[in-house]
């Protein structure tokens, strides 16, 4: 299938609203990615689930930390990364929001910026968080400003879900068409 940016528009805010509605309730999911995120069926009005909670925690406060090194190599957050090495020692849940990026990302233009030859290759660009959009894309600037709001380095500094809620991005009126990068259709 072939997505519009409306239609990742409308899976993002679901997410995020199922990530709120988590967060609220001290649920830290800690391995957002798209195969974690299922529609129900093949229509139109399908659900968008968030799936496998086998590395979930719960927190007793919004902020707590903590110290598990858990995750999929090419998905984890860079403060994952840094505690798997022994750079840092503990976390929060905005590692969450840095996963809701990395699939918005992925949805909007049909690839992982992080992903290397190596876990080892990947883990650096992921800590180095340095990645581009492509050259020839039709998705929206305020699409990418989300983006780099979300897959941010520094998780003090990388936004929150209810400010990600309250982005400039779900109130625009993007284009309907499909999304495009160097002149190829992005399939999901």
Known sequence: DVYTE??????????????????????????????????????????????????GRFISQAGQQMDTGCGTHHYLAPELVRCDRGDQETYDQSIDVWGVGLIMFIMLFGYNPFLRESNLQTHQAIVDCKYTFPKDDNASKTAKEMIKRMVCLDPSKRITVDEALSSQWFSDQAASDALTVGGSDVRG
């Open 6 to 55: 409306d239609e990742v528009k409308e899976h993002v805010k679901t997410i995020l609203t199922g990530l709120k509605y988590m967060h609220e309730r001290g649920v830290v999911h800690r391995d957002l990615k798209p195969e974690n995120i299922l529609l129900s069926d093949k229509t139109r009005e399908a659900h968008v689930l968030i799936a496998d909670f086998g590395l």
